[in-house]
């Protein structure tokens, strides 16, 4: 077994709220420079820059993982992880038949960058991300079990778009086996509200800007990856599972 230190919940440019700045390549590279060794791009309710993601955290030496943060009916906010690029893509692909197509309005919410790996701007996304999808709590966790991934509450400890904000509790159905908290202050607190063991609560930045990406301060421990394998998502899925 070996420590990675993480940051799992990160936007882009293609999020609406998310920095022009934070191109797939910056990413990785503030990874890299704050020594992470595996980062989620988590984009809302969309997978499109995750293959950019992959390529330029080869060269920065980041192990990637491929996510999103899905919007659920009730407006909770659920990160979703997936053991391979290809596993997300598809998921992207069922998920883009669950969206409201409400036209994007980048004056008042923002661009919506597709980028390649190299930063450059190569589509943008018409419709607006940040909009509830069709998919319910309940429906969310099975429809993502079927590309292998895993979901699971995002920042519960926030006012808005959490399970604690919509719900007012954890909830025992569907059943959760991690969740994550914003600030690491409110830990204790979330600790109790979730019933989860310390070790599946996980501290994420949900980065909108290159500066809010996390520091070296957050491990999990997984068997050992080896450089240029692509295992770190399946192993992160089978710890977080677990």
């Not at 919940?9 to 590279?29: E, F, K, Q």
């Not at 998921?91 to 919410?109: V, Y």
């Not at 609560?201 to 997984?222: C, G, Q």
Request: hydrophobic residues 40%.
């Amino acid at each position: 077994m070996k420590s990675y230190f993480y940051d799992l919940h990160i936007h882009s440019c293609l999020s609406p709220c998310g920095d022009d700045a934070s191109t797939p390549d910056s990413i990785v590279g503030m990874g890299e420079l704050n020594g992470l060794d595996i980062m989620a791009l988590t984009d809302h309710n969309t997978v499109k820059n995750c293959p950019a993601f992959f390529e330029a955290a080869k060269r920065h030496g980041i192990l990637p993982i491929a996510g999103m943060e899905l919007t659920t009916s009730e407006e909770i906010h659920m990160v979703c992880l997936f053991p391979t690029l290809e596993n997300a893509l598809l998921f992207g692909d069922a998920i883009q038949t669950k969206r409201i197509l409400i036209p994007n309005r980048t004056d008042i919410f923002g661009n919506q960058l597709i980028c390649d790996s190299e930063d450059n701007v190569i589509s943008t996304d018409e419709h607006l991300l940040s909009t509830a999808t069709t998919v319910s709590l309940d429906e969310a966790p099975s429809l993502v079990e079927k590309f292998d991934g895993i979901c699971f509450p995002a920042h519960i400890d926030r006012n808005s778009n959490s399970v604690s904000a919509v719900l007012g509790v954890f909830p025992q159905y569907p059943k959760f086996s991690c969740a994550e908290v914003y600030d690491r202050a409110k830990l204790p607190e979330f600790l109790e509200f979730s019933g989860l063991s310390r070790e599946k609560i996980l501290i994420n930045s949900d980065a909108h800007y290159l500066w809010d990406i996390k520091e070296r301060l957050d491990f999990v421990n997984l068997k050992e990856i080896k450089e240029g394998s692509v295992e770190a998502g399946k192993y992160l899925i089978e710890y977080l599972k677990g």
